[in-house]
C-alpha cells in the first residue's frame, strides 16, 4: 500500500485560496491515480477531484469545477488541491486517495490507499 499524508488544511473566509497537499511514499507503481475526496457533517463522502500521474489526465465534480485545480509536483510523489473562490459549502474533511491504474474514477471505494484527512473550513 501507499501511505498519504495530507497538509494545508484550515480556516478562510468566503471568497478566499488555499492548497492541499498529499505526499505519497512507500510502495510505487508504473501507473496510478491519485484523487481528493470530501466529507461534510451529516454528509457522505463526495469526490472532488482526480489527476492520473503517468498521462496527466484529470477530472472534476460538477461542484468545484473551474475553482478548484488538481496537480503534480514533477520531482515528488506529491498532488496539490489548488481551491479557490472558496464557498462555506466546502467546508468540508478532506481526504487524499491513491489507486493503481490510469483510470481517474469518482468513485472512492476504488482507491486502495487513503489519508487521514485535513480539515477545511469557510467562513462565511
Known amino acids: 500500500q501507499v501511505r498519504l499524508v495530507e497538509s494545508g488544511g484550515g480556516l478562510v473566509q468566503a471568497g478566499g485560496s488555499l492548497r492541499l497537499s498529499c505526499a505519497a511514499s512507500?510502495?510505487?507503481?508504473?501507473?496510478?491515480?491519485m484523487g481528493w475526496f470530501r466529507q461534510a457533517p451529516g454528509k457522505e463522502r463526495e469526490f472532488v477531484a482526480a489527476?492520473?500521474?503517468?498521462?496527466?489526465?484529470?477530472r472534476y465534480s460538477d461542484s468545484v469545477k473551474g475553482r478548484f485545480t488538481i496537480s503534480r509536483d514533477g520531482a515528488k510523489i506529491t498532488v496539490y488541491l489548488q481551491m479557490n473562490s472558496l464557498k462555506p459549502e466546502d467546508t468540508a474533511v478532506y481526504y487524499c486517495?491513491?489507486?493503481?491504474?490510469?483510470?481517474?474514477?469518482?468513485?472512492?471505494?476504488?482507491?486502495?490507499?487513503w489519508g487521514q484527512g485535513t480539515q477545511v473550513t469557510v467562513s462565511s
Open positions: 489527476y492520473n500521474w503517468r498521462g496527466g489526465l484529470t
Open positions: 486517495a491513491a489507486r493503481t491504474g490510469d483510470d481517474i474514477t469518482d468513485v472512492g471505494a476504488a482507491y486502495d490507499s
Open positions: 512507500g510502495r510505487t507503481y508504473s501507473s496510478y491515480s
